[in-house]
């Protein structure tokens, strides 16, 4: 029986189709070229392999590059109007509310991110909490102890919180925990994926009784 849904955000509550995250993964890849001076080919190549490793490339600057300061790192990547070309979607505000359950979100993003696109979808007030990654002290999901602490914070259990994330590594992260966990795949980019996948989110109430 789920008591308690919890969300990712980017690419979850909103479609991949309207390119913010692909947006922020740009000015990831050209504020490490910038910074650390390396082509573009490069930073993308480090992006890409610091993610088998590490939870957000924050967690890498911190630990390995011997960062103190995330914050411009951050205002880097996520500008004001990051969430400006995102459309109002009532249907979603009407199918979160349809669920009778409460509903929080799990973001690797800082906070001043998940308040621009939960304003801008209309559906800030419907979630109990919001648990981003300065609460999560820059180590985000997969790690299982992220996981534990928030689901201490909602006072509820991985066998009956239903978590849902476009990212496989995330949900396996979480099933790994005894958790239910949903991809959600929109474009059908892992049709291999060996647990439960959905391609819509009205179709995590196939998973909810
Ligand atoms: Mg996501």
């Given at each position: 029986m789920i008591r308690y849904i919890l969300f990712d955000l980017?690419?979850?509550?909103?479609?991949?189709?309207?390119?913010l995250e692909d947006n922020v993964s740009r000015r990831i890849i050209e504020f490490l070229a910038m910074h650390f001076d390396f082509s573009l080919e490069e930073a993308e190549r480090q992006h890409r392999d610091l993610l088998k490793v590490y939870s957000t490339t924050a967690e890498w600057l911190i630990t390995e590059k011997g960062f103190t300061d995330i914050e411009p790192y951050y205002a880097a990547i996520h500008?004001?109007?990051?969430?400006?070309s995102l459309p109002r979607n009532p249907q979603l505000r009407s199918f979160l509310a349809s669920l009778h359950l409460p509903l929080a979100v799990l973001t690797n993003s800082p906070k001043e991110h998940a308040d621009r696109i939960l304003d801008k979808l209309a559906i800030s007030d419907l979630f109990t909490r919001v648990f981003d990654i300065r609460w999560n002290r820059f180590r985000g999901?997969?790690?299982?102890e992220t996981f534990h602490r928030v689901l201490d914070v909602l006072g509820t259990a991985p066998e009956t919180t239903l978590f849902i994330d476009d990212i496989p590594r995330c949900v396996e992260g979480y099933l790994a925990l005894g958790g239910k966990g949903l991809l959600l795949d929109e474009p059908d980019a892992y049709p291999s994926y060996t647990h439960d996948r959905i391609r819509?989110?009205?179709?995590?109430t196939g998973f909810i009784c």
């Open positions: 980017d690419n979850t509550l909103y479609s991949a189709h309207y390119g500008p004001v109007g990051e969430a400006d999901k997969p790690a299982p819509t989110l009205p179709e995590l």
